[in-house]
């Protein structure tokens, strides 16, 4: 294998490791991005299938509440304030509790906008993968063209010894007229010509 062959397949390898980086760059980047969207879309659509639940409940529980305040009433107006009346003012308490706690749930399904900050990262660092992947392969790409555009030193001085015109010398050692070789060597005795 001669030395080009050899430059053009390590090449051909640095070209394919690029790619391969990339492409596994965009594919955890997207994944990333993915994961933040599907994540997003299930807050969404828990909160959409929570929200009815929830509003039933609360009218469940202010009924409760309502038919308990007549029952109060009534127990009051037959019994004034009585055993029973107190046992009624301590389910009217517990139900009141529920009914503060299913409201704030209920708002937390109105307001996703801290739920849904949770996902940002997933997509900053999603984002970021991408831009650095692109980036990484752009510069990997251009180094490698300006790398193949940029003429080999040694092939230059070789080609520019080729092209020098041949003129015919008389060599200080022997003190023949030569055509000094690419080496600018006498091609009867070998000594150095200047
Ligand atoms: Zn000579």
Not at 69 to 85: H, I
Not at 89 to 106: F, M, N, P, T, Y
Not at 109 to 123: A, G, M, V
């Amino acid at each position: 294998m001669n030395e080009q062959s050899l430059d053009k397949k390590k090449k051909t390898v640095t070209k394919k490791r690029a790619v391969i980086t990339m492409i596994v760059g965009l594919i955890i980047g997207l994944a990333l991005i993915t994961a933040g969207i599907i994540r997003t879309n299930a807050i969404e659509r828990n909160a959409a299938a929570d929200k009815p639940v929830l509003a039933a409940e609360l009218a469940a529980l202010a009924d409760q509440e309502f038919d308990l305040e007549k029952q109060q009433r009534d127990s009051f107006l037959e019994n004034g304030f009585s055993d029973e009346y107190y046992e009624i003012a301590r389910q009217l308490e517990q139900i009141g509790e529920e009914i503060r706690d299913v409201k704030s749930q209920l708002r937390n399904t109105e307001n996703l906008t801290f739920e849904k900050s949770k996902s940002i990262p997933f997509f900053v660092f999603g984002g970021f993968i991408i831009f650095l992947t692109i980036l990484g392969s752009l510069s990997a790409f251009a180094a490698a063209k300006v790398r193949s555009a940029m003429p080999d030193p040694l092939e230059t001085m070789k080609q520019a010894r080729a092209d020098a015109p041949k003129v015919a010398r008389t060599c200080p050692k022997c003190g023949a007229t030569t055509l000094p070789d690419a080496n600018g060597r006498c091609e009867y005795c070998g000594g150095a010509i200047q």
